[in-house]
Nanobody
Framework: DVQVVESGGGSVQAGGSLRISCTVS????????RGWFRQSPGKEREGISC????????YYHESVKGRFTISRDDAKNTLYLEMNNLKPEDTAMYYC???????????????????WGPGTPVNVSS
């Protein structure tokens, strides 16, 4: 079974920073892209960042571009999201997933694995 575990969330004031992490295990998908998603209360889950395996190409949603940085350490099987200059509208539960693609082209967020972890909460106060 695929297991997903996110960690590193917390509460910060606007302008602060957090780094969240994620491991995805239990399947054969080491070459696949990885993505970060978030879901705010009353909203649908949205894909906000993605990183390809071979090329390292990345995607950022317009709302986080220039503030968030995605990275991966394949030796540790860990995905990271460095979040800087956090805003109250970044408050959400954050999730990660492997993407059934090798890159982050097109609507990559529609190709996540059907296995979600518990998520990690990020709360940004003004």
């Amino acid at each position: 079974d695929v297991q997903v575990v996110e960690s590193g969330g917390g509460s910060v004031q606007a302008g602060g920073s957090l780094r969240i992490s994620c491991t995805v295990s239990g399947g054969t998908f080491s070459d696949l892209a990885r993505g970060w998603f978030r879901q705010s209360p009353g909203k649908e889950r949205e894909g906000i960042s993605c990183i390809a395996f071979h090329s390292g190409n990345t995607y950022y949603h317009e709302s986080v571009k220039g503030r968030f940085t995605i990275s991966r350490d394949d030796a540790k099987n860990t995905l990271y999201l460095e979040m800087n200059n956090l805003k109250p509208e970044d408050t959400a539960m954050y999730y990660c997933s492997a993407i059934r693609r090798l890159d982050c082209s097109g609507s990559w967020w529609e190709h996540h694995l059907n296995a979600w972890g518990p998520g990690t909460p990020v709360n940004v106060s003004s």
